[in-house]
């Protein structure tokens, strides 16, 4: 196990400094506490959220390492207390103590970081409590990599390996997340709608079956703007990607074996050659013979992308081969695969591409024949089939010859019904807004802010002359793409056991 962890990977370390730079005074984080007087307010304060189903035991094994560095007071389980409720009661308290004049308290709010460990569902569901909290001044987040893919760790310097977690690792990680660059990312509002089913559970998705990060879907309420009579609407978000047909097929696949049997999934190496074989199981290496067009993205959906706010709703043509679609918002998909890769000056002046910026507010689209077409990605400057860049994407499934598809949110998979009769499903990604993560060096993600040539560039682009349908009415959602739903929403059922979950 030991021979699998590791410290982050090319990063140059950083003086960690004492133990009391990162020490938040108990009654700042638990009302009842006696208050303290300090001669200077820490320059590093620090919350941690652990999964500690994440990792095997590497999970449960970090937390007893900070709690032995940090104290117990700052460290959490997240299966044991949700974010949003820790960080709700750590700003009402801060606001009160504001009011009654405790400068200490002003001081560790403006300074404080936030450490998330787990896979990519734990990390997206901070990001979407720390959005949905609308604090007056959001933490940043820095991300330790314990799942299987790791693709935000990756993707800003955190590496994605799991980390080693005896005292001296974590130390060094502190260090890091001291000298770590605040970054803005965009976030992406997702909504899914289907008809309300006659029999059977309401819910598109079995309880057992829920992604882990929960916040990608909940009900919305009989007054809410995008709720339609005779219809269930979910809405949520998300910060990496949203992918449908054959790469969420195989981790569907993978996950539904850890469920079965998750004293076999304690190792990411293990993990990783598992997650290979399902591929290979389903015929992804074979698709055109062993998988019916049906089932190809051309055949279960029409998609229409919408380039920039304001503009008209436009087809998207795809080619009848494509078996698999992405919608990628940072550079690392599948553990580190950038599918997207940096277009050429042609295909810049060609089709208006450009290289994939986190905060630009578009969101690039990709699509994969097979597995083969996937393993391209290993090879220099090797790309999926560039598609679009959108602040938009609608899928419309219509009946078919499939009765449901597969789709994935930040690396958790769902099964998706599709329409039986005359119905439509639609599940509708746009831009929602930004959030502020912790990056480290070297950093895979680029800020149109970094190369001012770049973003010259990236400003000229736009709109397509062969738009066709108008664009819905914005204010229907306004209110639709406020929350996420991962605070207060954010609940994993009471017979789910979080140590089965990635």
Not at 47 to 71: A, C, D, M, P
Not at 271 to 285: C, D, E, P, R
Request: proline share 6%.
């Amino acid at each position: 196990m030991e021979g699998e962890m590791d410290t982050v990977v090319g990063s140059s370390s950083k003086p960690c400094g004492p133990l009391t730079d990162y020490h938040i005074p108990d009654y700042i984080l638990r009302p009842d506490a006696q208050r303290v007087l300090l001669d200077h307010a820490p320059p590093c304060p620090v919350l941690v959220f652990i999964n500690s189903g994440s990792g095997g035991q590497l999970g449960s094994s970090l937390i007893k390492t900070y709690r032995e560095l940090l104290g117990e007071a700052q460290v959490f389980d997240v299966s044991e207390e949700a974010p949003d409720k820790v960080l709700h009661r750590l700003n009402v308290n801060l606001e009160k103590l504001k009011m009654e004049g405790d400068i200490l308290a002003v001081q560790i709010w403006r300074t404080l970081r936030i450490i998330v460990a787990g896979g990519d569902g734990t990390a997206s569901w901070l990001l979407g409590v720390v959005s949905d909290l609308k604090l007056s001044h959001p933490p940043p987040i820095a991300t330790v990599p314990l799942g299987t893919g790791n693709n935000l760790p990756f993707s800003f310097g955190w590496g994605k390996k799991n980390p080693c977690t005896d005292q001296e690792s974590v130390k060094s990680f502190l260090g890091l997340v001291r000298h770590a660059k605040e970054m803005k990312i965009d976030s992406w509002h997702i909504m899914l709608r289907m008809r309300a089913t006659k029999e059977g559970p309401c819910d598109p998705i079995a309880p057992l079956e829920l992604p882990h990060s929960l916040h990608a879907f909940h009900r919305v309420s009989s007054s809410d703007s995008l709720n339609m009579e005779g219809y269930h609407t979910f809405r949520g978000g998300f910060w990496n990607y949203f992918s449908m047909g054959m790469d969420a097929e195989i981790s569907y696949g993978f996950h539904s074996e850890r469920k079965k049997n998750p004293e076999k999934f304690k190792n990411q190496l293990t993990n990783q050659g598992t997650y290979a074989k399902v591929g290979l199981k389903q015929g992804w290496f074979c698709a055109s013979l062993s998988h019916p067009s049906s089932r190809n993205i051309a055949q279960l959906a029409s998609v229409k992308i919408m380039k920039r706010a304001g503009s008209h709703w436009q087809e998207l043509n795809i080619h009848h081969s494509i078996r698999s679609i992405v919608c990628l918002n940072l550079p690392s998909f599948s553990g580190g695969l950038n599918p997207w890769g940096t277009p050429g000056t042609r295909k810049v002046e060609e089709r208006e591409l450009t290289a994939p910026f986190v905060d630009d507010r578009l969101i690039e689209v990709v699509g994969f024949r097979d597995a083969w077409h996937g393993l391209v990605l290993l090879a220099p400057n090797g790309h999926g089939t560039r598609l679009a860049q959108a602040q938009r994407i609608r899928f419309e499934f219509h009946k078919g010859a499939a009765e449901h598809t597969f789709m994935r949110i930040d690396g958790e998979p769902w099964k998706q019904p599709l329409p039986k009769d005359d119905d439509t499903v639609v599940v509708e990604i746009s831009h929602l807004g930004q959030v502020t993560m912790l990056a480290n060096e070297p950093c895979k993600s680029k800020s149109v802010h970094d190369d001012q040539s770049s973003h010259a560039q990236h400003s000229g682009h736009g709109n397509n002359d062969d738009d066709k349908d108008s664009m819905e009415d914005e204010d229907e959602w306004e209110d639709g793409r406020r929350k996420f739903g991962a605070a207060d929403t954010f609940k994993i059922p009471d017979e789910v056991d979080i140590a089965h979950l990635s």
